[in-house]
């Protein structure tokens, strides 16, 4: 009896067969034929699970860089923006030395980029995940093979028509309850496999001969082969010696000031604050204060005290954001924990000491534009932000009901806009601006705003009907959008509770 086995790397594989029959289980013997045959560096697999959720007891393997079901709709993006990026990356460095494949790379002796397997368990529910005018998975069955990265998908039926099927040459059709899918997948032929789970049809040199696989994972109870999995699983990790696949980039769900002011220290640098991790890029998205001029934060209660004090944590904690705190708290004092900073130069809960500081922080401002016209054109980087937090609708009127601490505001977001500053209005009823209210009708015109719901409810401005489309979906604790202008940026906020000062 011989052996038959499939080249799935230069090659797209397709799996065909009704439920129960064995697909998922050929899926588990590519997955151990390679972490046993390959390192994470020469191999490295992702899967997408749409189908059992069995898969998910392999993503502790070393040569896995993470397993996703059709729940996981961030992580889904995330991972083609992974496996886009690495067919781009490849390409430049491919025309870099004059080649166009991987496998001419490869022949060239070079080892440094690894093979890339993606693994779909059922095709068809993946195909109807993505629009048809817009199919990454199609595109990467189409143009992968040339970069390195191959696709094994299993499936009921054969699926695509001209799209999807031709991409496939290694086809492998188990038994099926139509027998026209043997035809689809393998041209006409009298043979049928007999109703046993692994049995199935293979081509070979213009015939087609039936097979039997084997059971990857002997145990019978599906409970017991899980076990078995991970007990390999962690076999294979412990010879890795650390090394792993890239991982699909992701967003924790337990994002901690703590642990962003460790992972990304440089995105706190220049007076710069890092507002969260970016949905659109799995990264930080920072902006420096002073170019904000003025910084609205409005929506979910719990969420907006916890950016108060994330912002004035981030001051205290790194190095890079150096600013002066003059802050006018809410009347339950939810910052006064926080009050004895070195970054506050003033606090207060009392509504009317809002007009104190706001003259105090025009004053500071005025000094530096003295210098600044005198020449001294250096002055604003060696000295911190100037930072004015009120955090009360309290606050905001009584700067709007007096007539010198309103021309102190307009002087503020006017010409000394420069001076390395920034407004915040730190808990800003989402509700329309009125009529005649100076204060907020500069929010309202330079649309700087951090908010804490979904676009559709946003009452304080107007956004194109385009970007509140684009951001459809429901929002987790401490998401949010960061809108400049015309555009918006979903991120995820990290979670700073008050113990966090300790």
Same mark, same amino acid.
């Given at each position: 009896?011989?052996?038959?086995?499939?080249?799935?790397?230069?090659?797209?594989?397709?799996?065909?067969?009704?439920?129960?029959?064995?697909?998922?289980?050929?899926?588990?013997?590519?997955?151990?034929?390679?972490?046993?045959?390959?390192?994470?560096?020469?191999?490295?697999?992702?899967?997408?699970?749409?189908?059992?959720?069995?898969?998910?007891?392999?993503?502790?393997?070393?040569?896995?860089?993470?397993?996703?079901?059709?729940?996981?709709?961030?992580?889904?993006?995330?991972?083609?923006?992974?496996?886009?990026?690495?067919?781009?990356?490849?390409?430049?460095?491919?025309?870099?030395?004059?080649?166009?494949?991987?496998?001419?790379?490869?022949?060239?002796?070079?080892?440094?980029?690894?093979?890339?397997?993606?693994?779909?368990?059922?095709?068809?529910?993946?195909?109807?995940?993505?629009?048809?005018?817009?199919?990454?998975?199609?595109?990467?069955?189409?143009?992968?093979?040339?970069?390195?990265?191959?696709?094994?998908?299993?499936?009921?039926?054969?699926?695509?028509?001209?799209?999807?099927?031709?991409?496939? &040459?290694?086809?492998?059709?188990?038994?099926?309850?139509?027998?026209? &899918?043997?035809?689809?997948?393998?041209?006409?032929?009298?043979?049928?496999?007999?109703?046993?789970?692994?049995?199935?049809?293979?081509?070979?040199?213009? &015939?087609?001969?039936?097979?039997?696989?084997?059971?990857?994972?002997?145990?019978?109870?599906?409970?017991?082969?899980?076990?078995?999995?991970?007990?390999?699983?962690?076999?294979?990790?412990?010879?890795?010696?650390?090394?792993?696949?890239?991982?699909?980039?992701?967003?924790?769900?337990?994002?901690?000031?703590?642990?962003?002011?460790?992972?990304?220290?440089?995105?706190?640098?220049?007076?710069?604050?890092?507002?969260?991790?970016?949905?659109?890029?799995?990264?930080?998205?920072?902006?420096?204060?002073?170019?904000?001029?003025?910084?609205?934060?409005?929506?979910?209660?719990?969420?907006?005290?916890?950016?108060?004090?994330?912002?004035?944590?981030?001051?205290?904690?790194?190095?890079?954001?150096?600013?002066?705190?003059?802050?006018?708290?809410?009347?339950?004092?939810?910052?006064?924990?926080?009050?004895?900073?070195?970054?506050?130069?003033?606090?207060?809960?009392?509504?009317?000491?809002?007009?104190?500081?706001?003259?105090?922080?025009?004053?500071?401002?005025?000094?530096?534009?003295?210098?600044? &016209?005198?020449?001294?054109?250096?002055?604003?980087?060696?000295?911190?932000?100037?930072?004015?937090?009120?955090?009360?609708?309290?606050?905001?009127?009584?700067?709007?009901?007096?007539?010198?601490?309103?021309?102190?505001?307009?002087?503020?977001?006017?010409?000394?806009?420069?001076?390395?500053?920034?407004?915040?209005?730190?808990?800003?009823?989402?509700?329309?601006?009125?009529?005649?209210?100076?204060?907020?009708?500069?929010?309202?015109?330079?649309?700087?705003?951090?908010?804490?719901?979904?676009?559709?409810?946003?009452?304080?401005?107007?956004?194109?009907?385009?970007?509140?489309?684009?951001?459809?979906?429901?929002?987790?604790?401490?998401?949010?959008?960061?809108?400049?202008?015309?555009?918006?940026?979903?991120?995820?906020?990290?979670?700073?509770?008050?113990?966090?000062?300790?």
């Amino acid at each position: 009896m011989d052996e038959y086995s499939l080249d799935i790397f230069s090659r797209n594989t397709l799996i065909v067969g009704s439920q129960l029959m064995g697909k998922t289980n050929l899926l588990q013997t590519v997955l151990r034929s390679a972490a046993e045959m390959y390192s994470p560096e020469e191999v490295q697999i992702y899967i997408l699970d749409f189908a059992s959720l069995f898969l998910k007891n392999f993503e502790e393997l070393p040569q896995v860089g993470g397993v996703v079901t059709i729940q996981e709709t961030e992580k889904i993006k995330n991972l083609f923006r992974l496996l886009n990026d690495q067919v781009e990356l490849r390409r430049q460095k491919f025309m870099s030395i004059g080649v166009g494949t991987f496998a001419a790379y490869r022949e060239g002796g070079a080892r440094d980029i690894p093979q890339i397997l993606l693994l779909v368990d059922d095709l068809a529910a993946a195909k109807g995940y993505f629009p048809l005018d817009n199919d990454p998975l199609l595109a990467l069955c189409k143009d992968g093979l040339t970069v390195g990265i191959s696709v094994v998908a299993t499936a009921t039926q054969p699926i695509g028509g001209m799209s999807y099927l031709p991409t496939f &040459a290694n086809r492998v059709a188990l038994y099926n309850n139509d027998v026209t &899918a043997y035809g689809a997948l393998l041209g006409h032929n009298s043979i049928r496999p007999k109703e046993l789970p692994g049995r199935c049809l293979v081509p070979y040199e213009n &015939a087609v001969f039936e097979c039997q696989s084997f059971l990857t994972f002997a145990m019978e109870r599906e409970i017991d082969r899980a076990q078995e999995i991970r007990a390999f699983c962690q076999k294979i990790k412990a010879s890795a010696g650390g090394k792993r696949a890239i991982p699909i980039p992701f967003i924790p769900k337990d994002l901690t000031a703590s642990g962003v002011y460790a992972a990304y220290p440089e995105a706190f640098d220049g007076g710069r604050l890092m507002f969260g991790l970016d949905y659109a890029t799995v990264k930080p998205l920072s902006v420096q204060l002073a170019a904000l001029g003025i910084l609205a934060v409005s929506g979910r209660g719990n969420d907006v005290r916890n950016f108060q004090r994330y912002l004035l944590t981030s001051a205290e904690k790194t190095d890079g954001l150096q600013a002066a705190f003059y802050i006018v708290d809410s009347i339950d004092r939810a910052l006064q924990p926080l009050s004895d900073f070195s970054c506050v130069t003033a606090y207060s809960f009392l509504p009317e000491q809002a007009v104190d500081m706001l003259q105090q922080v025009r004053q500071t401002a005025e000094e530096r534009y003295a210098r600044v &016209a005198q020449g001294d054109l250096s002055v604003l980087d060696a000295l911190p932000t100037l930072v004015l937090m009120l955090n009360s609708a309290e606050a905001i009127q009584a700067v709007q009901q007096n007539k010198t601490a309103l021309e102190a505001w307009n002087l503020l977001t006017g010409k000394l806009k420069g001076m390395n500053l920034c407004l915040v209005l730190g808990a800003l009823d989402n509700a329309s601006i009125p009529f005649g209210s100076e204060v907020l009708k500069k929010v309202k015109d330079d649309r700087k705003l951090l908010f804490f719901d979904d676009l559709g409810n946003l009452k304080i401005g107007d956004l194109p009907y385009g970007t509140v489309k684009k951001f459809a979906g429901s929002l987790q604790k401490g998401d949010g959008y960061l809108i400049l202008g015309n555009e918006a940026a979903r991120i995820r906020v990290p979670d700073c509770p008050s113990q966090e000062k300790t």
